[in-house]
């Protein structure tokens, strides 16, 4: 069965700076996906890691994955208010059979970005 | 941008009511999925299909059920609502192969 754990779960920045954000997972998952969260909001999508070594990039977000150790890893840089919400990380298994897809969420990261 | 739909945004009912929530996505995906998120916490899994006709248990035990009559449409019931079961319910769907999942705005219940 596919945990999936992040930390740290409460993260407070400040606007300029830098901070990564981890994401470990117990067994080999198909995919790696992180998704933001704003308060009584749905998700949105922000990258789909497919492979050892992927990295993607987004304005100030940059994802990496490390299949071999089971880790994933968000980095903010030069945080500014706007990236204040929650982050997810999310894998997908098909270990013992297919996966249909189903994603297994880590808790959240609250992140915070004071001025 | 995805096109899933989720009915009612809000809904603050009774106890003892039967509800049904509504999901509908015109992508023509072949799966699609149920997730429970309590405020500030990480959404399970509680329904799942991968196609018409087809419906699995998810991760976390739910006394809510689902059907999949049609490709588009994935409606969640709650037969008796119960306060134990106010929460945020977040429909997704996905293409056969494909490698991202779209979510659907969410419905945020609240029974009383």
């Known amino acids: 069965e596919l945990k999936v754990e992040q930390n740290p779960l409460f993260l407070s920045m400040q606007e300029g700076k830098n901070y990564t954000i981890y994401c470990n997972y117990s067994?080999?998952?198909?995919?790696l996906y992180w998704y933001r969260q704003d308060p009584g909001k749905s998700l949105e999508s922000l990258f789909v890691?497919?492979?050892?070594?992927a990295v993607k990039q987004e304005g100030r977000l940059m994802a990496s994955l490390d299949t071999k150790a089971r880790l994933s890893t968000l980095h903010i840089t030069a945080a500014v208010h706007d990236l204040s919400a929650t982050y997810f990380c999310?894998?997908?298994?098909?270990?013992?059979?297919?996966?249909?897809?189903?994603?297994?969420f880590g808790q959240g990261t609250i992140l915070t970005v004071h001025p | 941008e995805a096109d899933i739909y989720q009915t009612p945004r809000y809904l603050v009912i009774g106890t003892g009511k039967k509800i049904t929530l509504e999901c509908s996505q015109t992508?023509?995906?072949?799966?699609m999925y149920w997730y429970q998120q309590d405020p500030g916490m990480e959404l399970h899994l509680i329904h799942y299909?991968?196609?018409?006709?087809?419906?699995e248990k998810g991760d976390l035990s739910s006394e809510s059920t689902v059907s999949r009559i049609r490709t588009e449409h994935f409606p969640l019931t709650l037969e008796s609502a119960r306060p134990s079961h106010t929460s945020q319910y977040l429909c997704a769907s996905r293409l056969a192969g494909g490698t991202e999942a779209f979510f659907g705005q969410g419905t945020r219940l609240t029974v009383v």
């Open positions: 067994t080999t998952s198909d995919r």
């Open positions: 299909s991968y196609g018409v006709n087809s419906t």
């Open positions: 890691l497919l492979s050892n070594g």
């Open positions: 992508m023509g995906h072949d799966k």
């Open positions: 999310a894998g997908t298994s098909n270990a013992g059979g297919t996966s249909y897809g189903k994603l297994t």
